[in-house]
């Protein structure tokens, strides 16, 4: 089992920066991937970015440049810093952790509103 508490989200206005935190307790060990989603209202749940146990990284293409992943070396902890910020980015941002095999351990954090004002 692992548990996911986020924090930092919040009201900013466009172009400002934002940064989300995820700390991560439990079965530590068997932890491959974090990462952040986010859900829009009306919309699907998608990848924002995501950081493996080896630091290989992904981002959705609508964030590149503008969004950095990172994580505590123990993976206690995943961070997602995110500048530029566009009205667009407003969702609920959710922190992930997988653990393999993969897209059948999946673990959630409760949801942190951001919310960027044009």
């Known amino acids: 089992q692992v548990q996911l508490v986020e924090s930092g989200g919040g009201l900013v206005q466009a172009g400002g920066s934002l940064r989300l935190s995820c700390a991560v307790s439990?079965?530590?060990?068997?932890?491959?991937?974090m990462g952040w989603y986010r859900q829009a209202p009306g919309e699907g749940r998608e990848l924002v970015a995501s950081i493996t146990r080896s630091d290989s990284t992904n981002y959705a293409d609508s964030v590149k440049g503008r969004f950095t992943i990172s994580r505590d070396v123990g993976m206690t902890g995943v961070y997602l810093q995110m500048n530029s910020l566009k009205p667009e980015d407003t969702a609920v941002y959710y922190c992930?952790?997988?653990?393999?095999?993969?897209?059948?351990?999946?673990?959630w954090g409760q949801g942190t509103q951001v919310t960027v004002s044009s």
């Open positions: 439990g079965n530590l060990f068997r932890i491959y991937v």
């Open positions: 992930h952790v997988g653990i393999p095999p993969l897209g059948q351990n999946d673990y």
